[in-house]
């Protein structure tokens, strides 16, 4: 059988991973609607999947006013963090690694979702994206502009939901910092507006995720941490500017100094009007962060095992195909065909299109080479 330098393991730290192939996080909707529990059928469809080198959890969320999906778990009670115990078990159960990621969607909730209260941002402007309610999708509503205090009680939610995802069983933590949520507002001079020691320069814009990585890596230590950025997000009202590109640099400079676990980037190589470096923001990154780099954004085994071998990544994220393909590993070490995944069932809740995919056997794999 052929060796492929993806399907090589990578030590992250103190944790050794069986190889690179990670699953990106994925909002699936399966949750309890109402109390934000993780369920049974997640810790079964995070099982199917443990022959990932690493699973990055779902957003998960750290406070009632950050959710921004229906039917999506919570980090913030005893009770959701005692319902993920179900799933790392499982995971850990058949070998797999499994971080939590956490995150905030800030301008991009609804009232619908959190209770009929506004949602927070880092200045009072609306991200004009679509919000995923209870009665269908809807545009998002001009947020509050969080206040000192708004800030610091997020800050320490965040902080208690690290502690609770450890108590979890989880083997690290991703701080969610991509598309129009929270961070990322803040990040953004379209949408910070602030003149506060959080707002104006570049070094202030970044602050609030930076003093967030910083209060987590307290709880877990910082090669057990890593953040999901996404520089050249294009959605909603999201579009680079001439900020963006230092703001982005400044933070991958910052983040080499903690000693993470990782620094996921989004990219987007499936749109070919865009600039290279949008497409593929780790090799940019590469200049100033040291680390390990986990690329994401339309990869293929192929592209997938090229970024590896001409040292722009050391792990690249599978999203969408781990969906239909929980063996994915396996279909990848036999190159056994993929199956399309069903998007009408992405967010359906129940099994359908969920955890009834099937898995291929090392027998039925080799009748089909």
């Known amino acids: 059988m052929q060796k492929h330098k993806l399907l090589d393991p990578i030590r992250l730290g103190d944790l050794e991973l069986r190889n690179r192939v990670v699953m990106a996080p994925m909002t699936r909707a399966r949750a309890e609607a109402s109390s934000h529990l993780a369920t049974d059928l997640m810790a079964e469809y995070y099982r199917q999947r443990a022959g990932a080198g690493l699973i990055i959890t779902e957003g998960t969320w750290p406070n009632d006013e950050s959710v921004g999906f229906v039917n999506v778990p919570g980090m913030f009670t005893r009770q959701q963090s005692d319902s993920w115990k179900k799933v790392t078990n499982s995971v850990h159960e058949h070998g797999g690694k499994i971080f939590s990621q956490l995150g905030h969607c800030g301008p991009n909730a609804h009232p619908d979702l959190i209770g009929g209260k506004l949602p927070v941002s880092a200045s009072a402007i ?3 994206s679509m919000a995923f309610t209870p009665s269908g999708i809807k545009e998002t509503v001009t947020p509050k502009e969080m206040s000192k205090e708004d800030i610091e009680r997020t800050q320490a939610d965040f902080t208690k939901a690290a502690q609770f995802a450890k108590e979890a069983g989880f083997d690290g933590l991703e701080i969610h910092s991509s598309q129009t949520y929270l961070f990322p507002a803040f990040m953004s001079s379209e949408f ?7 707002g104006g320069s570049k070094e202030n814009r970044a602050r609030l995720l930076l003093e967030t990585i910083d209060n987590v890596i307290k709880v877990w230590g910082p090669n057990r941490v890593s953040v999901k950025l996404q520089p050249y ?10 900020d963006t590109e230092p703001a982005f640099l400044y933070v991958v400079e910052q983040l080499n100094q903690r000693q993470l ?12 009007d865009l600039p290279d470096q949008m497409k593929r923001p ?7 962060y040291k680390g390990r780099i986990l690329a994401g954004g339309g990869f293929t085994q192929e592209s997938g095992e090229k970024a590896i071998n001409d040292d722009e990544a050391d792990m690249i994220a599978y999203g969408e195909p781990f969906i239909a393909n929980p063996d994915l590993v396996e279909r990848f070490k036999t190159n056994w065909p993929l ?25 039925s794999s080799s009748q089909r080479r």
């Open 126 to 128: 609306n991200v004009r």
């Open 192 to 198: 910070n507006h602030r003149t506060d020691e959080y």
């Open 233 to 242: 997000v294009k959605m909603g009202g999201f579009a680079p500017n001439a």
């Open 261 to 272: 676990a990782f620094l996921h980037l989004l990219g987007d190589q499936k749109s070919a």
């Open 282 to 288: 780790w090799i940019q990154a590469k200049k100033f």
């Open 339 to 363: 199956t399309p995944s069903i998007r009408e069932f992405h967010y359906a809740g129940g099994a359908k299109g969920y955890i009834d995919y099937e898995i291929a056997t090392a027998s």
